[in-house]
Nanobody, 118 residues
Framework: QVQLVESGGGLVQPGGSLTLSCAASGSIDRVNLMGWYCQAPGKGRELVATITRTGTTNYADSVKGRFTISRDNAKNTWYLQMNSLKPEDTTVYYC????????????WGQGTQVTVSS
């Protein structure tokens, strides 16, 4: 089991930047994919960005060129650098860690609110 703790959310003006952090503990050696999802009220969780242990990244089309995911394996932490933020980026962001091989398991953080507003 993997425990995830997010930090870094908050209120920012349009065009501003925020960095989200996700600190992982527990069965870290079983994590093979790390990332961020978001969930707006009344909707399911949607992919924002993921990164593998070797650094391969994947982004939602809506954030390409604005958001950057990175990880520090030594610190068991990954980050989401969010630039050029838009009001439509306002939502709750969840840290995600996938474990398992034949069968995958999803581990989630508690969520952190990002609000983009003037």
């Amino acid at each position: 089991q993997v425990q995830l703790v997010e930090s870094g959310g908050g209120l920012v003006q349009p065009g501003g930047s925020l960095t989200l952090s996700c600190a992982a503990s527990g069965s870290i050696d079983r994590v093979n994919l790390m990332g961020w999802y978001c969930q707006a009220p009344g909707k399911g969780r949607e992919l924002v960005a993921t990164i593998t242990r070797t650094g391969t990244t994947n982004y939602a089309d809506s954030v390409k060129g604005r958001f950057t995911i990175s990880r520090d394996n030594a610190k068991n932490t990954w980050y989401l650098q969010m630039n050029s933020l838009k009001p439509e980026d306002t939502t709750v962001y969840y840290c995600y860690a996938r474990t398992g091989s034949v069968t995958y398991f999803a581990n989630w953080g508690q969520g952190t609110q990002v609000t983009v507003s003037s």
